[in-house]
């Protein structure tokens, strides 16, 4: 009768942690759709870099129907459906390690094609498509000019000579954008405050689905040695 009560406690706080995996899935989706626009406005699709949000949003998908599964495998105490929401689980898990792996390997090169795609940005303005939009957008939400600094502009051939977009300042005077740093330092600094809250939350989502492995594991071998743990 305890090792039922233990499994039926078992049960309730896996079923528990299939809402945080719902939770969890849903805003690795968001992120990486967040993360998809932004790379795809700043760094070239086909690099290794601009592949992890896509990568994100995969995981995020298939951990809601591995969740799926194992809400599906716990109401029917099937033994098969728990040992595949194991397996598929503890898949997610290495593929996460390996992306955050990744992310940390590719940290440099990020930046680097950033900074080259932001320049290539600046040398298309004068086309009036919707590069200059963007980086207006860019510029004034990070309070940014140019890739380096506002003399950037300065080396388009551009009339009157010494323009610069609105979004920085109207027209290059003494003083002007001294106080405006270069948007790749400006972006790369917020990238890197948003460093040790993107790694707590990917550390916080390990936690629970190393959880939910443990407690799936002790339901399968519940399943498999006959506890009632309805």
């Not at 499994?7 to 990486?32: D, I, S």
């Not at 997610?92 to 955050?100: D, G, H, Y």
């Not at 900074?115 to 590069?131: E, G, I, L």
């Not at 051939?157 to 027209?171: H, I, Q």
């Amino acid at each position: 009768m305890a090792v039922e009560g233990a499994m039926k406690c078992v049960k309730v706080l896996h079923y528990v942690l299939l809402l945080a995996f719902f939770a969890c899935a849903v805003g690795l989706m968001a992120v990486g759709v967040s993360l998809l626009l932004v790379f795809n406005e700043t760094v070239d699709k086909g690099t290794a870099s601009g592949v992890l949000p896509v990568v994100i949003i995969a995981v995020g998908a298939f951990l809601f129907l591995v969740a799926i599964v194992g809400c599906c495998g716990a109401c029917q105490e099937s033994y098969c459906l728990m040992v595949t929401f194991v397996i598929f689980l503890s898949l997610i898990l290495l593929v996460e390690v390996a992306t955050a792996i990744a992310g940390y390997v590719l940290r440099d090169k990020v930046r680097s094609e950033f900074s080259k795609d932001f320049r290539q940005h600046v040398k298309n303005y004068p086309r009036q498509n919707h590069t200059d939009v963007y980086l207006d957008k860019m510029q004034t939400q990070f309070s940014c000019c140019g890739a380096d600094n506002y003399t950037d502009w300065q080396k388009l051939p551009l009339e009157p000579k010494n323009w610069v977009p609105d979004s920085c300042c109207v027209n290059v005077t003494e003083g002007c954008g001294l106080n405006f740093k270069g948007c790749v330092e400006r972006i790369g600094a917020w990238l890197k405050g948003h460093v040790l809250v993107m790694a707590a939350a990917a550390l916080g989502i390990a936690f629970v689905e190393v959880l939910g492995i443990v407690f799936a594991c002790c339901l399968v071998k519940s399943i498999q040695s006959g506890y009632e743990v309805m």
